[in-house]
């Protein structure tokens, strides 16, 4: 019979060895959302051995639209366990730990460091700032992606360094008007699309293939078709992974 993984198996450059690395790693994955309903499915069908799962969220009706993760009557259930449960089901090699908690000071450090990436599917600035200061401060690689009505983007920040997210989007008191999906509406094909990518750079990022997205960033508009890479560079001073 065939195997899960042969696929993969047959791809250049993709052997036993990345996926040994894949069967070790532990993702934290933060938001199981939009974003994290396509990262989660994608990391547990190509066997990441750990998943974190953390949202303090539940599931909501008007989630179903883009959460693709979660069945219709999953309503009321709190989305990381049933995020949880849903990736058991896809690939019961994979562990699956949900944390019904939203990410704070007093967990971020605790979770990031148990993690070989963290993977921000996250959609409000403070998390997204807090997070990328973790990663950072741990060491760890951060893969990001973020969406915005019909538009999405997704980078990687490398293990310690730069440019990460508070290099291209500045101090948080800039992003006071973020849209939210609630007020501003979100393109459900679109997270699809980020949330593939992210997971694609992940699995990268844990087996070394490829060339992810640093010093880059996908950006991605689902009206028009475009689908654009282009440079970004660290900034010297940012307070995050600058010299200060």
């Given at each position: ?13 993709f ?18 959302g ?20 953390v ?11 883009r959460?693709?993760?979660f ?12 995020a ?10 994979v ?62 920040t490398?293990a ?44 990268k ?10 010093s ?12 654009l ?6 900034d ?9």
């Amino acid at each position: 019979m065939s195997g899960r993984h042969d696929r993969h198996l047959a791809l250049p450059g993709f052997g036993a060895a990345q996926l040994g690395r894949l069967r070790a790693a532990s993702a934290l994955v933060v938001g199981a959302g939009g974003l994290g309903a396509p990262v989660l499915t994608y990391l547990a069908a190509a066997g990441v051995g750990r998943l974190v799962i953390v949202d303090d969220d539940v599931v909501e009706e008007a989630n179903l639209s883009r959460q693709v993760l979660f069945a219709a009557d999953a309503g009321g259930r709190s989305k990381a366990a049933a995020a949880a449960e849903r990736v058991r089901a896809l690939n019961p090699a994979v562990e699956a730990r949900a944390v019904a908690a939203r990410l704070g000071a007093d967990n971020v450090a605790a979770l990031v460091a148990v993690a070989d990436v963290v993977v921000d599917c996250s959609d409000n600035p403070p998390t997204r700032y807090r997070l990328n200061r973790a990663a950072l401060a741990a060491g760890r690689p951060l893969v990001w992606g973020a969406i915005a009505q019909f538009c999405g983007r997704c980078a990687v920040t490398p293990a310690g360094r730069g440019p990460c997210w508070e290099c291209l989007f500045g101090p948080q008191e800039q992003l006071s008007g973020w849209p939210t999906a609630a007020a501003d509406g979100v393109f459900g094909p679109v997270c699809g699309v980020v949330g593939a990518w992210a997971a694609a750079e992940t699995v990268k990022v844990i087996t070394g293939l490829g060339d992810p997205l640093v010093s880059r960033m996908l950006l991605v508009d689902a009206l028009t078709g475009e689908t654009l890479v282009i440079p970004v560079q660290a900034d010297p001073d940012c307070p995050a992974c600058g010299r200060r």
